[in-house]
Each structure stands twice: as C-alpha cells, then as structure tokens.
C-alpha cells in the first residue's frame, strides 16, 4: 500500500465497498495484477470533475499506476464479481474473467459508481484466458461508451485506458491495456441467476434488496414483483434508445444486461450505416440472434431469465409466482411498441398522435431498405431540409412517401420549426462510424492518437450541425469493407 494514501486523498476518491458485504457466493477477493510499464494513453478529463475527483491528480504517476492496477488505493476491497448468464441461450457459469472491481466512489451528489479495472489479469473466472486485454479494444470501448453518453443513452463510461508496456496474444502479439471502467453497478441478469444456480434463496433475496435500493429506490426493496416490473421498464427504454440511433450490441447475453439499466460491454457493438434490420456485426452471431431487429426480442428473453431466478421471490406458491411472471411478460410487447413508435414520431417530426402513424413508419423503414439509405444520415436529411430534393427522396422508393409524410405534418397543431426542432434533439448528425473507428484504432495501436482525439471530439456533441460534407458525419465510402466485430477482445 505504500505511496497509495495521500495521491488517493488529493484525488479526491471516497470509497466504499458494499457489493463486498453481500452473501460471498458473489464475490471473490481478487487483487489486480501489476504490469510492466504503466502509462496513461487517454484520460477522461470531463468524467472526472463530474464524479468530485482532481483531473490533475489523476494524471501523475501514482494514479496512472492505480489505473494499470499496480497500486490498490488505501480503502478498497478488490474483488472479482460471479455471475452465470445465457451466452448466445446457452447457459453457463461466468464471472469477472479479467476484470477487477476496486470499490465504489462517492460522487458529490451522493451517488455509488463502480470502479472497475478490465483487463487487469487473471482471476478464478478466467476460464483458460489470460486475463489481460489489447490495447485496441479497450480504446474501442472508451470511444463508444463516451459516445453514447453524449448521445443521451445509458452507459457504462470510461475514465481512463493505461497501456501495460506488455504485448498479449490474441491472432498475433497486441499492446496491453488496462480500461478503467465507471458504471452505476455491475450487477447483470446473470448475477441472478448466479444465486439461482446455487438455489439460495437467502443470496437471492439480498441481492435483490441491494439492487432495489441503488436502483429502484422508489419502489419497496422487498417487493420482488414491483422489482421485476421496474427492471423491464428499465430495459425497455435502454433498448428503444438503441434502436433509436441504430445501435448494434451484439452480445445481448444475459451476462451483459445492467440490471441498472446501463449499456455495458462494447466488443461486438456497433452502428448501423445502411438500414437493414438484419444487420449482424459479431463475427461468430451467424444466425443473427442478436441482429439490430431482434434486440427488443432478445431482451424480453432475457427479463423472461431474470423472472424465473426470481419465482422463489415472486411468491412461496410456484403456480402464484408464474402466472405473475407469465402476465408482465406478456405485457412486454405493448410496452416496447408503445415507446419504440413514441420514439419514431419523434425521429419523423410526428409530435402528436394518429391512427395511420405506425403504418407511416412502417413504410418509411421498408423504403429506406430498399433503397440501402444510410440510417443516420437519412433521418437528419428529413429533420433538417426540405428533403424532397435530396436523396433518397428524390427518386426511388421513399419519392412517394415524402408527400404522405408532408401532409401528415399539416395536420398537427406543431409548426415545422418545432418538428425539426425535435427531430434534431432525436437524429444525431455524427456517430461512431465503424470505418472511422477502425481507422483510428489502428493509428493508435501503432502510437498514433490523433484520429482518435479528433473522432473522440466530434462525437462529443453529435446533435450539432458539423457542416456540410464533414466526413466524420458521412456514411463510408462505397465498397468499404463491412465491419465485424469479435468478443472477448
């Protein structure tokens, strides 16, 4: 512990350590294992103010050996987290397998957030891996998940990535690096049925009060039935965000759904160019189980998952304890389709409400399909111009449509000012563009950071008009190879 109290102190951390004082099924005691040569590669400034903490004392040797996990700060309790979770409907005992949470920070408004290091060497749930992580990948998951953020959508954020001066074996040598990830808890579906596995009861229902009070703090902690419908809900609005702004994540396992309502887990994510509601990224998803369309179906597979660990709880009568399950479950698809169809008017300008509406976007999605219009873009032509004269409205399958669509705007009490006004606040002009990423990670892998500060920065407020032809906010060129994604990276 030596030279680790007083930077920690100047930092501003204040720690805790209460996912460490639940049932020890969930946790195992897991220090982080030092590295060769720590060196801060990007630090997050911004986060860092926001959560109480000194950027400037957490840019000085001592804290960059905090974040490559060579000093354990004075106060926490390192732990590796056990979960089990449905891997592509598999199920299988997981946990953290190269990840180490340090503890909770107090942020001044008196909100926990988990400070966990990924890529910090081997633990009990390594399962064969080596623990570590490439340096690649985790710049990858610093550039999405701060992207979502300023997109509005919850995530998972990402303080700082420290390079290990280590190489690690992935299809060729890769340079190391530890991700220093902030999250409102780690807690997953598959923490659940970790406890559930283990048919205890008494782990279930303490797990389930803990969550309750750092997530749902409006709703009786002991109240499993009122904890289930609120966690769906949750997961509801997480997803139509994602379908919102044609996010892909490509790993909907239920080890990677937040019962905090988070984004978490950037490997095989990605965003969509072209509209195709088939669209796949993950290099090994071959059937397409977590393609772009079937993410609102996914996750009520998962919360259906997250019910049956939770029947013990629902009530002592099994019979009792399904039927509640089977009935909100069943309530899901409404649910969903009431807010993802309130998202869309919003992305089309429709601000109040009309029997013909769902069948409008219908239309609007099937013509942008055919056509092969780029999602993002597309949406911002239509929040920003006339549109009629520019493509692809101007020919093809969505020239017809136009006019439909024109017309059921004159019909609302809303000026077309207001519209755009709204549509511009739903359709981002810049996201992270998969050929822009790789780009940019590749140039950082070699030692190269510009192109990855300068994506970092437009994505940092991606509803701002960027200026006509910006090539950050133009979808990529033609024949550029389709981007795949990997897990486990």
């Given amino acids: 512990m030596s030279g680790t109290t007083e930077p920690t102190r100047q930092a501003g951390w204040i720690w805790k350590n209460t996912y460490a004082d639940l049932p020890s099924i969930f946790h195992e005691s897991t220090p982080p294992r030092p590295v060769a040569r720590p060196e801060q590669v990007v630090f997050n400034g911004k986060l860092a103010t926001s959560l109480g903490l000194d950027p400037a004392a957490l840019e000085t040797p001592e804290q960059t050996a905090v974040f490559a996990g060579n000093q354990v700060p004075e106060g926490t309790q390192p732990l590796a987290q056990a979960y089990a979770g449905h891997q592509f ?26 400070i966990q290091l990924k890529g ?48 690690v074996m992935r299809d060729e040598p890769k340079p190391g690096a530890v991700l220093t990830r ?43 039935r009122a904890f289930f419908i609120a966690a769906m809900n949750r997961q509801i609005e997480l997803v139509v965000d994602w379908m919102r702004v044609g996010f892909i994540h490509g790993v909907m396992n239920t080890d990677n759904m937040a019962l905090s309502g988070e984004t978490i887990d950037y490997g095989p994510c990605a965003f969509m160019d072209a509209y195709d509601p088939d669209t796949v990224f993950s290099s090994i998803d071959h059937g397409g189980r977590y393609a772009y ?38 309530n899901y698809e409404a649910a969903f389709q009431k807010q993802w169809l309130a998202m869309m008017r919003t992305k089309t300008g429709l601000l109040n409400e009309e029997d013909g509406d769902a069948a409008l976007i219908q239309e609007f999605l099937d013509g942008m399909r055919a056509a092969g219009a780029d999602f993002t873009r597309t949406f911002r032509i239509l929040a920003t111009t006339d549109a009629a ?16 669509r024109v017309e059921r705007l004159s019909r609302q009490p809303h000026s077309l000012e207001e519209a755009r006004h709204a549509m511009c606040a739903a359709n981002p002009a810049v996201i992270p563009r998969n050929h822009r990423v790789e780009a940019a990670l590749a140039d950082a892998e ?40 990997f897990c486990g990276t």
């Fill in 182 to 224: 902030v999250a409102a808890s780690h807690i997953r579906v598959g923490t659940f049925q970790w406890a559930a596995a283990h048919q205890d009861t008494a782990a279930l229902r303490a797990l389930m009060e803990y969550t309750a009070k750092r997530h749902f703090p409006e709703i009786d902690p002991e109240d499993a």
């Fill in 120 to 167: 910090s060497g081997r633990t009990r749930f390594s399962r064969g891996g080596d623990g570590r992580a490439a340096l690649g990948p985790m710049l990858r998951e610093y550039l999405i998940s701060e992207a979502m953020a300023a997109l509005g959508i919850p995530t998972s954020r990402s303080l700082a990535v420290a390079a290990t001066g280590e190489h």
């Fill in 89 to 114: 409907g598999h199920f299988t005992g997981l946990g953290d397998g190269r990840a180490v949470l340090l503890g909770e920070h107090t942020a001044p408004d008196c909100r926990l957030w988990d």
């Fill in 446 to 485: 070699a030692g190269d950071t510009t192109a990855f500060h300068e994506l970092l920065e437009a994505l940092s407020s991606p509803y701002d008009d960027p200026g006509d032809n910006n090539p950050l906010a133009l979808p990529p060129p033609p024949g550029t190879p389709k981007c795949v994604t």
């Fill in 293 to 330: 369309a079937n993410q609102p179906s996914i996750a009520r597979w998962n919360l259906a998952r997250l019910a049956e660990a939770l029947l013990p709880l629902f009530d002592e009568d099994r019979a009792s304890a399904a039927d509640f399950a089977n009935e909100n479950l069943g």
């Fill in 389 to 404: 004269d520019e493509p692809p409205f101007d020919d093809g399958p969505l020239r017809d449509w136009h006019p439909r």
